[in-house]
């Protein structure tokens, strides 16, 4: 056996093979998680459940990593759970299939918003999958959390952004018209060919998901500076003040699901 160390040439074809290939990159201030690179293992707390933990708080280190979750749970007929950690809320939005939470069925595009320490319950009803967001809670003294809420995405106004009738901006929570939430979850579209007015940057932090079309994100500043092409599927974690900017590409509307922490003091 050699103990010699590969030559450049295996190197070079070891670059060049298929299996070698991805589009994730994980970088200080953001990461691009595409299905590639995928790998289903069962999820902590869910019974009868596997799936990928997205974006997590091991992706990165103080100050400058996540501080949410963000997983792609594979929904079967047989999947339960009960509740979140101690002090963490759970968004919960139906990518396909069926889920009952609280007695409430949830379709393709439904959602449910789930209060920390209650219990809820949980249960697949047809195959499919879940997009799961979860955040520790930071309450506002003397002020309970709010009820768990329920809806359906596309019977939420969509409203032109900053007057752009091509790319439209449906909240999910009321957000910033109602300060017990902490949390937001929205859902933005693009017609193909419209872009984000310009680059922002801002103390938010998002967890993105591209549910449908494609486009290309502009990530980061100066030597961390990428632009990466995303498609339905893929998954985008931004640090507070990572300059970022999206333009849908294709032929059809690029939608997405993102997160955003609001309504604290971001200290």
């Given amino acids: 056996m050699s103990d010699t160390l590969p030559r450049p040439e295996d190197v070079a074809a070891a670059k060049q ?65 009960t509740s979140a950690a101690p002090g963490v809320q759970r968004f919960v939005y ?16 439904g959602y449910a918003w789930l209060p920390p320490d209650v219990p809820h319950d949980l249960q697949g009803v047809e195959p499919g999958s879940l997009l799961v967001f979860e955040q520790p809670y930071s309450p506002l003294p003397g002020t309970p ?5 329920f809806g359906q995405a596309l019977a939420q106004p969509a409203e032109p952004f900053m007057g752009d009738q091509h790319a439209r901006l449906a909240h999910l929570l009321p957000d910033e018209t109602d300060a017990r939430f902490d949390f937001a979850v929205n859902r933005f579209t693009f017609d ?63 939608t997405y699901l993102y997160s955003k922490n609001v309504n604290r003091d971001p200290r």
């Avoid at 902590?44 to 100050?63: D, E, F, K």
């Avoid at 900017?245 to 032929?251: E, M, P, Q, R």
């Fill in 94 to 109: 139906v990518l396909s299939g069926k889920v009952r939470i609280n007695g409430q069925d949830l379709t393709t595009d």
């Fill in 17 to 81: 093979h298929p299996a070698a290939q991805t589009r994730t990159l994980v970088s200080t201030d953001y990461a691009v998680i595409a299905p590639d690179g995928h790998v289903v293992a069962p999820l902590v707390g869910w019974n009868h459940t596997s799936g990928v933990v997205l974006i997590s708080p091991s992706m990165g280190s103080a100050p400058r990593q996540p501080r949410f979750t963000q997983t792609l749970v594979q929904l079967t007929d047989k999947s339960t759970t």
């Fill in 192 to 254: 193909p060919g419209t872009p984000l007015p310009f680059v922002e940057t801002h103390h938010n932090e998002h967890g993105l998901y591209l549910q449908h079309g494609q486009g290309v994100y502009r990530l980061g500043s100066g030597p961390t500076e990428t632009w990466s092409p995303i498609t339905a599927g893929d998954s985008i974690w931004m640090a507070a003040y990572c300059p970022q900017w999206f333009v849908a590409t294709g032929d059809t509307p690029a």
């Fill in 145 to 149: 959390a709010p009820d768990a809420v």
